[in-house]
């Protein structure tokens, strides 16, 4: 225990070189530098071993987190230390912890326990650890965690970080159930920056929330034997999903701390690499399935230049989820399923290239207001796009495409939709059923061509005069028969509600009566459909 106002640790801890320059750093509040100044020789990740110059006991970096000694005067302790092995487990579980705790280039012989701890601000910057165990953990300020390497998983269900939580350019190693990094219930103050993240195995995010934006650009999620890379149902982001691409050359990286040196590969401890030359972006990419079921995006989910990698079992899932605009621009996934069913967008950004085809989308329920294609999307890939998610027929993917046309002032598409619709939905009907939809198809496009009416109703009704004029039926009684007149007899025939006076003083006989009745056979049918198709245009279907 160290005394009040005793700066000089217990003769019991025999601290060494090391340990002592650390101590002094602490009180003082500056930086304890173990570097030896050869770049691949203080590499955490590299091939080189460390001795005992640079070796630090767990226990002595505890003491000076749970119970150090008083700062100099007109100084803030802080623990900064840089190129140290720091032997044994680090385990501080439970503490409060009141100093700036910030660890560089560090190498761990054992894992980092946290569980429960209350921290200021932690910063583990480019260190190698076996693994680190944080479940609800409680930061004031940030938790980075930039360019580590972890080789059995990161855990920390329901902490609570302050402000920002920085996991950028980190590789993470599944743990013995294989999740790479579990995060259920985590709930981060600002943004969680994870940009260019590697990571093995599972990463889960059930119920978490997330203050700010979520940034996964130009990570690399890899679970190809799990069923999932990324589980997230629930998650909350009150501003921005970003799955995106990263660019190389200027990374928007939150912190000065990590600087876009290039992603991380780990043969034993991980050795960094730089990019190929010339290379100008690194996309998301997903390997593995996704769910984000019913999550919550305050401003948009983001899915530009994103590649999903899956098998035929797995499933990149947005059921339910609500956002004000879903950008769905990434490739084309070859295998597996894209679900958005139940999902609410207001804005639908998408490109045609992006969707997969038939059997590979579901989108029952999935409601849109606006469509702001990226690039050319005719109306005809757009009714391929909901054939492809309707493998059963269903009319609402039509309906509501239908809907956000109309919205958009495009009447004529909308018409076209609908009309789609009613082709797609005869294919279910029984035989008496097909007869009839094709029999409204061929005159009146089910309605929602009305014009083809008029069309049939002048050709029957020439026709139909020819025929009478050569062959006049005779009067039913021949004083009371007005003039005989061909144009009103075949037209009252055809129009089924209007009385002309003509059908009903005339008696055809023989072929004549048979003509007659085509006639009015058909003036119904035309009539029928007609009203049909006025019928749904007034309900805007």
Not at 67 to 89: E, F, H, M, N, W
Not at 124 to 145: I, K, S, Y
């Amino acid at each position: 225990m160290i005394e009040p106002g005793d700066g000089d640790a217990p003769a019991d801890l025999q601290l060494t070189s090391a340990e002592w320059s650390m101590w002094q750093a602490f009180r003082n509040g500056s930086t304890c530098d173990l570097h030896i100044g050869d770049p691949a020789r203080d590499d955490p990740h590299g091939r080189y071993l460390w001795g005992p110059e640079r070796r630090i006991r767990a226990r002595v970096l505890a003491l000076l987190l749970l119970d150090g000694p008083p700062a100099q005067p007109g100084r803030v302790s802080a623990l900064k230390v840089t190129g140290a092995y720091i032997t044994d487990i680090l385990d501080v579980a439970g503490g409060a912890i009141k100093p700036y705790v910030e660890l560089r280039d560090c190498r761990f012989e054992g894992e980092v326990v946290l569980p429960e701890a209350h921290f200021t601000t932690v910063r583990l910057v480019n260190c190698a650890l076996p693994r680190l165990e944080a479940a609800r953990l409680t930061t004031e300020g940030d938790l980075h965690l930039p360019r580590c390497v972890v080789l059995s998983g990161v855990r920390l269900t329901d902490a609570h970080i302050g402000t920002d939580l920085l996991l950028s350019q980190a590789v993470v190693h599944k743990d013995r159930q294989g999740r790479s990094i579990v995060a259920d219930g985590l709930t981060v103050t600002q943004d969680l920056q994870a940009e260019m993240l590697e990571s093995y195995g599972e990463l889960s995010l059930r119920g978490a929330t997330i203050g700010g934006s979520l940034s996964l650009r130009g990570s690399r999620l890899s679970n190809p034997f799990g069923r999932r890379a990324l589980n997230a149902p629930q998650l909350t982001v009150e501003r921005t999903l970003h799955l995106t691409a990263a660019g190389l050359a200027n990374s928007p990286f939150a912190s000065g701390a990590t600087p876009p040196f290039g992603t991380v590969h780990t043969p034993a401890y991980g050795t960094v690499t730089t990019p190929p030359r010339g290379t100008r972006m690194q996309r998301f990419e997903c390997e593995g399935g996704m769910r984000l079921d019913d999550g919550r995006f305050g401003d948009a989910v983001d899915l530009e230049h994103a590649r999903f990698v899956m098998e035929s079992d797995q499933e990149l899932s947005l059921r339910r989820i609500q956002t004000p605009e879903l950008r769905f621009l990434g490739e084309r996934p070859q295998r597996g399923r894209v679900i958005v069913s139940g999902a609410r967008v207001v804005n639908l950004v998408d490109r045609s290239a992006s969707w997969p085809g038939a059997g590979g989308l579901q989108m029952a329920g999935f409601t849109y207001e606006t469509l702001i294609p990226r690039g050319h999307f005719p109306l005809a890939a757009r009714l391929q796009w909901v054939a492809a998610a309707t493998p059963e027929y269903a009319p609402e993917p039509y309906e509501m495409l239908a809907t956000a046309l109309r919205s958009s002032g495009e009447d004529a598409d909308a018409r076209v939709v609908l009309l789609a619709k009613q082709r797609r939905r005869r294919e279910t009907l029984p035989v008496a059923g097909k007869a009839w939809g094709y029999l409204q198809d061929w005159t009146v496009a089910y309605g929602y061509r009305p014009g083809r009416a008029t069309l049939w109703m002048a050709i029957l009704w020439a026709l139909g005069t020819v025929f009478f004029t050569s062959s006049p039926p005779p009067p039913l009684k021949a004083d009371e028969a007005p003039p005989w007149n061909p144009y009103l007899y075949v037209l009252d025939l055809l129009v089924p509600v209007i009385d002309l006076n003509q059908r009903g003083a005339w008696n055809p006989r023989g072929g004549a009566q048979w003509v007659a009745a085509v006639l009015v056979i058909a003036g119904w049918i035309l009539a029928t459909t007609v009203a049909a198709g006025a019928s749904r245009l007034l309900r805007r279907q």
